[in-house]
């Protein structure tokens, strides 16, 4: 079956422009969680949601993030004013209730 | 509080067996194991459970040790295709919470 897709794949933007990064889970699951990844590093959590609900967005780093998933299904990641330093790959995952999860191909954000 | 990885890195000649490892300070619920390669999304491989379990997947298989608060990742007979970045997720909560990885060990698998 299909996994999680996200897009853009790639995404340039100069600094200060607003992006937006999309990702469809796979159908029926029922938790999503977005995190970023620099060269090198681990996955770092950023927010997740259960269905519509935004549980937990601790791991956003200022407020020019904010992220939605308003009808429980697709997920979109905004970065407002974009910088340099938030440049790295992004990441989604989907789990169905209480498994493990799943990661999408990621976008990778090059801040200009 | 992240989880400590080792080794960092290491390379192995096709056949040969590895061990990584990933300790936490905090107590866990669960250890997962993902492996990504170069430019690709992490795979999922395994994931253990509290009350100290062990699990196998063709030539790879895992152990957590619950007091230890530690899990290990073995990989036997390696092949070429196991080259990637293996990390560990650890979950301290009940499960289906975000996880927090270690900083990944390098595994290089050379003829």
């Known amino acids: 079956g299909a996994g999680v897709s996200q897009s853009p794949r790639y995404k340039v933007a100069k600094r200060g422009q607003d992006v937006a990064l999309r990702c469809d889970p796979i159908s029926g699951h029922v938790s999503l969680f977005w995190y970023q990844q620099a060269l090198g590093q681990g996955p770092e959590f950023l927010t997740y949601?259960?269905?519509?609900?935004?549980?937990?967005k601790s791991g956003l780093p200022s407020d020019r993030f904010f992220a939605e998933r308003p009808e429980g299904s697709v997920s979109t990641l905004k970065i407002q004013r974009t910088q340099q330093e938030d440049s790295a790959v992004y990441l989604c995952?989907?789990?169905?209730?209480?498994?493990?999860?799943?990661f999408g191909p990621g976008t990778r954000l090059t801040v200009l | 509080q992240q989880p400590v990885q080792s080794p960092q890195a290491v390379i192995l000649r096709e056949g040969e067996d590895a061990v990584i490892n990933c300790s936490s300070s905090?107590?866990?619920?669960?250890v997962h194991w993902y492996r990504q390669k170069h430019g690709e999304a992490p795979v999922f491989l395994m994931i253990?459970?509290?009350?100290?379990e062990q699990k196998g997947h063709e030539k790879i298989s895992a152990s957590f040790n619950e007091k230890k608060q530690q899990s290990s990742l073995y990989l036997t007979a390696s092949q070429l295709s196991y080259s990637g970045t293996y990390f560990c997720?650890?979950?301290?909560?009940?499960?289906?919470?975000?996880?927090?990885f270690g900083k990944g060990t390098r595994l290089s698998v050379i003829a």
């Open positions: 253990l459970l509290k009350g100290g």
């Open positions: 995952a989907s789990s169905p209730y209480y498994n493990e999860q799943f």
């Open positions: 905090k107590a866990l619920y669960s």
């Open positions: 997720g650890t979950d301290i909560y009940s499960g289906n919470t975000p996880l927090v």
């Open positions: 949601f259960q269905n519509e609900a935004q549980l937990d």
